[in-house]
């Protein structure tokens, strides 16, 4: 099939990606012509593990293609992807103002009917936005006679496994009224339907929200856990034997429940915030979605509590090796991330940082530039190098079993404030250190 997608963000170029990987026929467009450039050179902007040599094989192959010409892309597809950004506005809600210029530009240049699919996380009432906004335009030029469809196909991919998630979908969520619109979803997800049917057709609205459910549901979960853990530390429990404990019942399950030092990324912070604004706007009061906001906003400062604590208030001219920068292991992505918070806490209270992510180094520069209490290191042993402590953010897999030997011969007092839980206690009790991490007593 012929498809076109707009935008080349994680989401648009992830789908184009896999879309011409089983064959079809995939354009990709974006309005910035410098990524689009460093596209066809081969230059994939974003880290995520088997994108570059996808994209680069299908480009090769000559099924995956890009430029800044959206006529020429409108007159390719059958099919038009929209995923372009939704950033929240100053108030928090979505700010669809990419995604309707996406609409109104097909809208001026089809010349066949078309199927418009949001692939973007957009608040609920969008089709029906972008369902106005082509037929007014169409009107416009005296095309009524071109038919087209708008779908609400929502993304469930996750930053770090966004290629397989996308091979191999849990489900693919149709939002649709039209019969003949079900009918080519199916022919265009068909290579990624196998097994069993994943496909599950609903009303356009139902399919925008739920997105907005799912990514809530895991946030809820999250911020749950990390108000029990905050109970666990203040009533002498251990919050890694009670996550055991309930993850044993089926009902509640193993994931998702593991208590840490917040969510980032670019989609939870940003997706509780919009449905929080969206109930608001309609004047229904989301009480359990504002206190998985609050709870999250807090544990995202209680690193830096501990910390503070532990030095009673005084860190002026501490130096703090942080490992881990990026919002969770395996990107480079910093949106939201939780790091950012705790640097910002300790440079604020006159400490320096010395840090190390295995992929977020260039995104920490590019974020903070050249400063005097921040030294960006090329491996998490030199950040220890004469760091009065060590600050574990993110749990990537290559701190898990660290020479704890030279970590206490680097460091010059064996202090550790681990905020994914990543040891035991005990063990870092035997090996003589000071060791903090979350929902578990200090020792
Ligand atoms: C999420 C959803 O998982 C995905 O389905 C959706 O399409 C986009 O948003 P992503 O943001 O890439 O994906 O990351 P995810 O792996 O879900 O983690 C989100 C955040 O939650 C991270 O900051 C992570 O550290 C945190 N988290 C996750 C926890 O603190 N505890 C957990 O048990 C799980």
Known sequence: MKVTVFGTGYVGLVQGAILADVGHQVI??????????????????????????????????????????????????DMHFIAVGTPPDEDGSADLRYVLAVASTIAEHMESDKIIINKSTVPVGTADKVRACVAEKLAERGRNDL???????????????????????????????????????????????????????????????????ANCML??????????????????????????????????????????????????????????????????DA??????????????????????????????????????????????????????????????????VKAYDPEAMEETQRIYGTRDDLTLCGTKESALKEADALVIVTEWQSFRAPDFELLKQQLTHPVVFDGRNLYEPERMERKGFSYYSVGRRAI
Not at 267 to 283: E, H, M, N, Y
Not at 308 to 329: C, I, M, Q, R
Request: glycine fraction near 8%.
């Open 28 to 77: 990709c467009v974006d309005v910035d012509a410098d990524k689009i450039e460093r596209l066809k050179q081969g230059h994939i902007p974003i880290f995520e593990p088997g994108l570059d040599s996808l994209v680069k094989e299908k480009f090769a192959a000559g099924r995956l293609s890009f430029t800044t010409d959206a006529a020429e892309a409108i007159k390719h597809g």
């Open 147 to 213: 038919k087209f469809d708008v779908v609400s196909n929502p993304e469930f991919l996750k930053e770090g496994s966004a290629v397989a998630d996308c091979q191999k979908p849990d489900r693919i969520i149709i939002g649709t009224e039209s019969a003949d619109t079900v009918e080519l979803m199916r022919e265009l997800y068909a290579p990624f339907n196998r097994n069993h049917d994943k496909i599950i057709v609903m009303d356009v609205r139902s399919a925008e929200l739920t997105k907005y459910a």
């Open 219 to 284: 946030a809820t979960k999250i911020s749950f856990m990390n108000e029990i853990a905050n109970l666990s530390e203040r009533l002498g429990a251990d919050i890694e034997m009670v996550r055991q404990g309930i993850g044993s019942d089926p009902r509640i399950g193993y994931h998702f429940i593991y208590p840490g030092v917040g969510y980032g990324g670019s989609c939870f912070p940003k997706d509780v915030q919009a449905l929080i604004r969206t109930s608001d706007s309609i004047g229904f």
């Open 287 to 352: 009480k359990v979605l504002k206190a998985v906001e609050a709870r999250n906003y807090e544990q995202k400062t209680t690193l830096f509590e501990k910390i503070a604590e532990h030095y009673e208030n005084d860190l002026a001219g501490k130096t703090f090796a942080v490992w881990g920068l990026s919002f969770k292991p395996n990107t480079d992505d910093m949106r939201e991330a939780p790091s950012r918070v705790l640097m910002e806490a300790l440079w604020a209270a006159g400490a320096s």
